[in-house]
């Protein structure tokens, strides 16, 4: 063997090498893959160690993040779940996703999760960003797995409600939460589904 051949040699079992630690390492084993369990009331395929973020199927947490980030769509929706919910459960971050894109397919509202998200007067955290805390890397991820999630249908959707509100952070309840059915409390969140 000359010094080409054993370069190219070397540069070939170091990238077969690297490739098997990073399937090794990152994607779940695939026996792994039909295993679930209920977390919050939704079935999770298989959740990696000391995370509520879950991949599902063949995904990496990092392959659904870069794929979020790099959809609008996406990406302003896991900005919507990340501000309006970060503190609730799995549960309440998916019902959040859940109100966005119930409104979407509503005729009543905006027909794009950017239009809907920014309709005046629908999403504090818009009015107001600047009192906002910054958000964690695992708020991000968690957010862009959620919202990827559900865009995808990977997970259902887990309530029909169109509008939501936290009355501990209003300064009084509006009028359309006194009119509306309200159809479930999850976490700090009501939900209501409108007439």
Known sequence: MNYKDKVLMTLFTTIILFGWLYVENITPPVEELSTGQYVDDIWIEHPPKGSEVYVLVNETIDEMVIRCKTTPSCSKLAEAIVYE?????????????????????????????????????????????????????????????????????????????????????????????????KVEVIGNHHFFVSK
């Open 85 to 181: 919910a970060r503190s609730e459960s799995l549960r309440g971050r998916y019902a959040v996703a859940s109100v966005i894109l119930n409104r979407v397919d509503s005729n009543r509202f905006p027909d794009t999760i950017e239009a809907v998200i920014t309709q005046s007067k629908q999403f504090s955290y818009l009015a107001d960003m600047q009192n906002q805390s910054t958000p964690t890397k695992q708020d991000w991820y968690e957010g862009y797995s959620v919202a990827y999630n559900t865009m995808k249908k990977k997970i259902n959707r887990v309530t029909i409600a169109d509008h939501y509100l936290n009355p501990d952070e209003v300064k009084r309840i509006p009028l359309w939460a006194r009119v509306y059915n």
